[in-house]
């Protein structure tokens, strides 16, 4: 059977529903940041699947309405080409932080003794480390996780930011996400990882019945804008009065809205991180 590459270049801001397509639609993804604001993406399908070519074409289409994107382009493999191991040829060790390392589970790797290592398959979820706003959430939680800390992973994805709070030595993640292909990605991954009864994985989002109010040393929402919005109220119940909130996952267009809503909910914003064009603010309960 012929096997066709599926690829396309985006803004950082189309990152997510373009993934989604491809998630569900082709077979394995993996992201490639080209720029400032450029992100390649990719997805295979076999030759036969003209159906689900034509649903990722109807979908890009819908989004060129509301941004240029780059176009769809579909290259055939090489009959001997292993499609289901070229999109993984496309991640590489990750090195953040002081000691943290993202190590896709393909690579061989001896850590140094102080390695936090983050052993992730993207498998069909966002979220590997490479994004901005992810790579930033990473360096804070790095700062921010203490022993024993209780944290809540909001919009978990592929389960890299309660990997990595364990691994840094938070004692209990409730990690949540709407959707269920990321709740069966971050599944997978905190098997691998081995995190045992330390985390509990849950469809839904806040309020939610296993959000124990005023419970959480940090909360984790590396989601969006809009999204931080939505559920900033929501959010600030269940911190304890030194609690943190991290907030990513916000393009710095509409930081603003961010910004507003999570001080009408009572937050105070200690913080804000940037890297290229997105924003990340480190919040607290008001007194």
């Avoid at 295979?44 to 159906?51: F, G, H, I, M, N």
């Avoid at 001896?110 to 290592?117: K, L, M, N, S, T």
């Avoid at 052993?119 to 203490?146: I, M, Q, S």
């Avoid at 710095?252 to 913080?271: C, K, S």
Wanted: hydrophobic fraction near 40%.
């Amino acid at each position: 059977m012929t096997w066709h590459e599926i690829s396309i270049t985006v803004p950082f801001e189309y990152v997510e529903p373009i993934s989604y397509l491809f998630d569900r639609y082709g077979h394995g993804m993996s992201m490639e940041v080209l720029g400032a604001n450029e992100v390649l993406l990719r997805t295979y399908l076999p030759s036969t699947s003209r159906q689900r070519l034509a649903h990722i074409e109807v979908g890009v289409n819908l989004a060129s309405i509301l941004q240029p994107l780059g176009e769809l382009q579909v290259h055939p493999l090489d009959d001997d080409q292993d499609w289901q191991n070229a999109w993984k040829s496309h991640f590489n060790l990750l090195k953040l932080g002081r000691h943290l390392v993202i190590k896709p589970s393909w690579i061989d790797y001896q850590p140094e003794p102080e390695d936090r290592v983050i052993d992730l398959d993207p498998g069909l979820a966002f979220g590997t480390g490479y994004h901005p706003t992810t790579y930033t959430c990473l360096e804070v939680l790095e700062r921010l996780v203490h022993p024993g800390a209780a944290v809540l992973d909001l919009g978990t994805g592929s389960g890299i930011l309660t990997i990595a709070a364990i691994k840094l030595g938070a004692g209990e993640v409730l990690a949540l996400d709407t959707d269920p292909v990321a709740v069966k990605a971050a599944r997978q991954n905190f098997k691998r990882s081995e995190l045992g009864e330390k985390v509990t994985v849950a469809q839904g989002s806040l309020p939610h019945r296993l959000a124990v109010e005023g419970h959480y040393d940090l909360a984790l929402a590396n989601i969006s804008a809009r999204a931080i919005k939505e559920r900033a109220e929501s959010l600030l119940p269940v911190l304890g009065p030194a609690g943190k909130l991290i907030a990513s996952g916000i393009i710095e267009e509409h930081r603003p809205m961010a910004e507003e809503a999570l001080l009408e909910a009572g937050f105070v914003i200690d913080e804000v991180c940037q890297r290229e064009d997105w924003v990340t603010l480190i919040c607290s309960p008001g007194k």
